[in-house]
């Protein structure tokens, strides 16, 4: 069996998942939230920081003791069997498939806005889709280090911006007023979007030098994740009225005005380039991971689980998942394929592969601490479902569907017993 060169060491890796979760969410959700509920806006965040914890600590142990290139396919295959493991992949190819596109979208609208030039609404996905595959066939590391810029320029334009607003205008006391449960419970269902990501950096496991240090990378990225999520509500507390309108549609946009002056449009530009760029480039890395992945255990043409030589590097995947992604964002762009279909589907199923990673640890995972994570991860999950409503439930049904014909149509010839020794 061809392996993937472990080339990436825990710092690239804590930036690579940073990437893959910090995207479009960043750029809307802080701001909706807080149209909505007003200053009790953070509520559902912390409720959505905290519980998604156990379902973070079950990907983090199987990541550390199965790293590979099919993630929660390679989970779900080894504790539940090949059809749910095939399924799970199928699903996950097909999240990222619709979501990555959608995410280049919605960078491509931002720059075209700003600068008033609309064929940027689809020059722009083209253009960052391209660079992230001429970035993936240079190899994980590559990849990984530029990233790194994208995201710690991020960070520092994030953290001046909130510094500057809270300077300024004061910091504000959130509100301990409880909000309406329908209320709190659709923004709750929309602000999980920002914690799904975890599950698509499984995808890059196999290439890390030192598997035992994932749970750190989940910590660290985690932490990072949730501060940078505080500061932007900080700020927009401070500077903005929750009745503006602008929070629905471009809420990076007030808070560095508010907080810049003239200076806050060119840096609203720079704060959706970051993260859109660096999370279209990790996606694509990862997804021609899981491809490779998906190929190498049958579920995929055999031409897909071609590696260089030299680096062990999948170029051919590489090369079929940025093109694919390209088409799909043209058409995207141009209002051929319905642009938030490609944002509901996707987001539904990353949450359906979080439950799918919380089964297969339930059913690996030894001892008491597991199972009361178990426990934790299944009221989450069934919590979450049940807030969600129907389009959540048509993901699940999806994964019904593509499960229950994979295993119709037979079991291939099954390597779970010698994985689970190899592992």
Known sequence: MTNLQKSMGGA?????????????????LPGTSY???????????????????????????LGRRHP???????????????AVGRAAGLLATFALVTGIPATAITGGRYVAEFSGAGSLAWAFPAVVLGGATVV???????????????????????????????????????STELPRFSRLGGVLT?????????????????????????????AASYLIVVALYALVLLGLFAAVNPGDKVLDS?????????????LGRPATLLLVVA????????????????????????????????????????????????STLTLIAILGSSGLVPFEALFILSGGIYFVLYGIGAASFAKLARGDMARVISVMCAVTVVSVTLLAGPPMWLCWALFAVVWLGTATLGRRPSTVGRRRVDS
């Open 250 to 262: 471009a809420p990076l946009l007030i808070l560095a005005e508010r907080s810049l002056g003239n």
């Open 190 to 218: 929309a602000v999980y979007v920002a914690f799904t990501g975890w599950e698509t950096v499984a995808f890059t496991f196999e290439e890390h030098k030192r598997p035992d240090v994932i749970p750190r990378i989940f």
């Open 35 to 61: 149209h909505e509920l007003g200053k009790s806006a953070w509520m559902p965040w912390a409720v959505a920081a905290l519980s998604v914890i156990p379902l973070l600590y079950c990907y983090a142990w």
């Open 275 to 322: 993260p859109i760029t660096a999370n279209v480039f990790a996606s694509v890395l990862a997804l021609s991971r899981l491809v490779f992945g998906m190929a190498r255990s049958g579920y995929l043409p055999a031409l897909l689980s071609r590696v260089r030589e030299r680096d062990r590097n999948p170029v051919t995947s590489v090369i079929t998942v940025g």
């Open 136 to 174: 993936a066939c240079l190899g994980a590391n590559v990849s990984g280090k530029l990233q790194v810029t994208l995201i710690l320029g991020l960070f520092a334009l994030v953290m001046c911006t909130a510094v500057v607003a809270l300077s300024a205008h004061g910091l504000t006391a959130p």
């Open 12 to 28: 690239v890796g804590t930036f690579v998942a940073l990437s893959t979760i910090l995207g479009s969410g960043m750029m809307i």
């Open 68 to 82: 590979s290139a099919s993630g929660v396919a390679h989970y779900s295959e080894i504790a539940l069997g090949p």
